[in-house]
């Protein structure tokens, strides 16, 4: 069955996204290098260009964003500079900021120094500790008070284990959109690999499922990622799995399919940030058609694309409308 994808692309726009998680300023230091430090073995960079971007769930929320969405994000911050530069540039790009909460902790913020287009080195300020309890009850009030004023299409939960999304924050928002029939989307990490239990599509990479449910296999097929699915389906018991296999593409299972979709071959610049793109286009798809095979076949197109840019960066909506046209004429 053909898709009519500019119908779609123009369905999605129409869609409201909050995106709940860690989000962080990357900060990126671009320089030469042409001699190493007289102070130490170390070479030297010399800063031509400063530049910071939304990193984190606030790189989803983007990539949400640059598809049409209307975009909330919300989360815990710190009441320091690298918060307001962050909320500025949000709010820059269009993401409402208004469900954003400064809390007592500092905004993490990793900086990248880059010399010859290669990162030679990252810094990292953070707290990764568990949100206090009265900034995690001040972050459900804000989640209740935009679920109930806003009614979203889909709420997409990015953890990168940091501390916003404790525990007890994910189940509360899980039960949440239960009770409102919102889809919920998840891109997990390792802490709280098993807390996101009912989620309706849950998005780890092959590598987590992997130390999660401690496979040491090195094979990926399809019998194997399916045996996956029904380990992460006994502890979760949630709609969909959708798994990244890094450069072998991603596999699907739903209810009544499953699939590995290979990845197209591409010029990798930086696979940084693919993830967060793959979680925004796969779940803001599968909101507008509840069809997760095309959801994964334009994610995994998206995901490739964002791979030839160096750092984090947002999905093109024209190229991906351009690229699909191309590389799904048959679906």
Same mark, same amino acid.
């Given at each position: 069955?053909a898709?009519?994808?500019?119908k779609?692309?123009?369905?999605?726009?129409?869609?409201?996204v909050?995106?709940i998680?860690d989000v962080?300023?990357?900060?990126?230091?671009?320089g030469?290098?042409?001699?190493?430090s007289?102070?130490?073995?170390?070479?030297?960079?010399?800063?031509?260009?400063?530049?910071?971007?939304?990193?984190?769930? /606030?790189?989803?929320?983007?990539?949400?964003?640059?598809? /049409?969405a209307?975009?909330?994000?919300?989360?815990?911050?710190?009441?320091?500079?690298?918060g307001?530069?962050l909320?500025?540039?949000?709010?820059?790009?269009?993401?409402?900021?208004?469900f954003i909460a400064s809390?007592?902790?500092?905004?993490?913020n !990793?900086?990248?120094?880059? /010399?010859?287009?290669q990162?030679?080195?990252?810094?990292?300020?953070?707290?990764?500790d568990?949100?206090?309890?009265n900034? *995690?009850?001040?972050l459900?009030?804000?989640?209740? !008070?935009?679920?109930?004023?806003?009614?979203?299409?889909?709420?997409i939960?990015?953890d990168?284990? @940091?501390g916003?999304?404790?525990?007890?924050?994910?189940?509360k928002i899980i039960?949440?959109?239960?009770a409102?029939?919102?889809?919920?989307?998840?891109?997990?990490?390792? @802490?709280?690999?098993?807390a996101?239990?009912?989620?309706?599509?849950f998005?780890?990479?092959?590598?987590?499922?992997?130390e999660?449910?401690h496979?040491l296999?090195?094979?990926?097929n *399809?019998?194997?990622?399916?045996?996956i699915?029904s380990?992460?389906?006994?502890?979760?018991?949630?709609g969909?799995?959708?798994?990244?296999?890094?450069? @072998?593409?991603?596999?699907?299972?739903?209810?009544?399919?499953s699939?590995?979709?290979?990845?197209h071959?591409?010029?990798?610049?930086?696979?940084s940030?693919?993830?967060?793109?793959?979680?925004?286009?796969?779940?803001?798809v599968?909101?507008?058609? !509840?069809?997760?095979?095309?959801?994964? *076949?334009i994610?995994?197109?998206?995901?490739?694309?964002?791979c030839?840019?160096?750092?984090?960066?947002?999905i093109?909506?024209? !190229?991906?409308?351009?690229?699909?046209?191309?590389?799904?004429?048959?679906?």
């Amino acid at each position: 069955m053909a898709v009519d994808l500019d119908k779609l692309f123009s369905d999605i726009s129409k869609l409201k996204v909050a995106v709940i998680g860690d989000v962080m300023l990357d900060t990126y230091w671009w320089g030469t290098v042409d001699r190493i430090s007289p102070e130490g073995p170390v070479p030297v960079v010399a800063v031509t260009k400063r530049e910071q971007r939304i990193g984190g769930a /606030g790189n989803v929320a983007l990539n949400a964003r640059a598809l /049409g969405a209307g975009v909330v994000l919300i989360s815990v911050i710190g009441k320091d500079d690298e918060g307001k530069q962050l909320t500025e540039i949000l709010n820059a790009n269009h993401i409402n900021t208004s469900f954003i909460a400064s809390g007592e902790r500092v905004t993490t913020n !990793k900086i990248r120094i880059i /010399g010859r287009n290669q990162q030679m080195m990252r810094l990292d300020a953070e707290h990764t500790d568990d949100l206090a309890k009265n900034d *995690e009850e001040k972050l459900i009030i804000l989640i209740e !008070k935009y679920i109930n004023e806003n009614k979203p299409d889909v709420i997409i939960l990015e953890d990168y284990n @940091k501390g916003v999304l404790t525990e007890g924050v994910i189940k509360k928002i899980i039960s949440l959109c239960k009770a409102h029939n919102i889809i919920s989307a998840a891109d997990p990490k390792r @802490k709280n690999f098993f807390a996101f239990k009912n989620i309706t599509l849950f998005k780890p990479n092959l590598k987590e499922v992997k130390e999660s449910l401690h496979i040491l296999s090195d094979e990926v097929n *399809e019998k194997m990622l399916s045996e996956i699915h029904s380990q992460l389906k006994e502890n979760l018991d949630h709609g969909i799995s959708l798994i990244t296999l890094s450069d @072998k593409g991603m596999f699907y299972e739903s209810e009544n399919d499953s699939k590995i979709i290979p990845s197209h071959l591409r010029n990798v610049a930086d696979v940084s940030g693919a993830g967060d793109t793959v979680i925004a286009v796969a779940s803001l798809v599968y909101v507008a058609t !509840k069809d997760i095979h095309l959801s994964a *076949e334009i994610a995994n197109i998206a995901g490739g694309l964002v791979c030839e840019v160096v750092g984090t960066a947002a999905i093109d909506k024209q !190229k991906l409308l351009e690229e699909c046209k191309m590389l799904l004429a048959n679906h």
